[in-house]
């Protein structure tokens, strides 16, 4: 495993600690990366520079000579989707494509695990979703689809969208939060530029708002609303459902009790 800090490392049976300061560090991650057959590529956190971080981690697992990069991308991976961070995850594939190393993609629907923090401690889900749905799959679901491919063969060249096992609109996630909570939690529908307004006070930077935003229309156009058999396939189990994942992790309602 590469890590920033190796006093941070978790101690795995069979796991050797490299280390890297980051994706950017060409150098670092080329010396990290060396004697690798698989590299298990997790896309880099939001930053205005995340395309460069994973461009520079691909071309390092070249150098060092990496037999197959595992990346984690996002449904709908195109270069015109209306999210506007799904974009980068399709110039990352195409990177990963030109680079002549074997690939296969997981795509992840929307992450069911942030739902609930979609949700204001007002008990309010806003944003321009409209009428749309999101097939939202959870993390330890994409952890176990990962595990089967990482261990598995026969999947060199494939492209694998996880989503959960239904696509649920944000009235619907809303419904189940109140069932769970016992308080009402509502879905509030905004136009674009009434979601823009709402988030001004986070002062956040442009681009970060722009991917909130847009995660949300990516839903109220259909992008996301496709659901797959990859989980039950590749983790051996049906996918979590958001009822199942509240009462997994609990504290995850906490603003909301």
């Known amino acids: 495993m590469i890590v920033r800090d190796p006093a941070r490392a978790p101690d795995l ?14 150098d670092e991650m080329t010396a990290a990366l060396r004697g690798a057959e698989t590299v298990f590529l997790v896309s880099g956190r939001e930053s205005p520079n995340r395309l460069d971080e994973h461009k520079s981690a691909v071309d390092a697992a070249v150098r060092a000579h990496v037999g197959r990069i595992v990346y984690t991308s996002f449904a709908n991976a195109r270069p015109d989707t209306a999210f506007i961070l799904g974009r980068q995850h399709h110039a990352t594939e195409e990177h990963i494509r030109a680079s ?9 629907n929307m992450y069911l695990d942030f739902v609930p923090f979609m949700t204001s401690p007002e008990g309010v889900i806003a944003g321009p979703a409209g009428d749309g749905a999101a097939a939202f799959v959870a993390r330890d679901d994409v952890a176990d689809v990962a595990v089967g491919v990482l261990s598995g063969s026969g999947h060199e060249g494939q492209a694998y969208t996880l989503t959960g096992g239904t696509a649920l609109t944000l009235a619907h996630a809303a419904a189940m939060l109140s069932e769970v909570t016992g308080r009402e939690i509502v879905y509030k529908p905004e136009t674009v530029d009434e979601a823009y307004a709402s988030r001004a006070h986070f002062g956040a930077p442009d681009w970060e708002v722009e991917g909130w935003v847009t995660s949300y229309v990516a839903i109220a156009r259909g992008e996301l609303g496709a659901v797959t058999d990859v989980v039950d396939r590749f983790a051996g189990h049906p996918p979590m459902t ?6 997994r992790y609990p504290e995850t309602l906490a603003h909301l009790r």
């Open 13 to 26: 049976d069979g796991a050797e600690v490299a280390v890297a300061s980051g994706y950017l560090d060409g």
């Open 242 to 247: 958001l009822p199942e994942l509240l009462e």
């Open 100 to 108: 002549g190393v074997a690939y296969t993609f997981l795509r992840d």
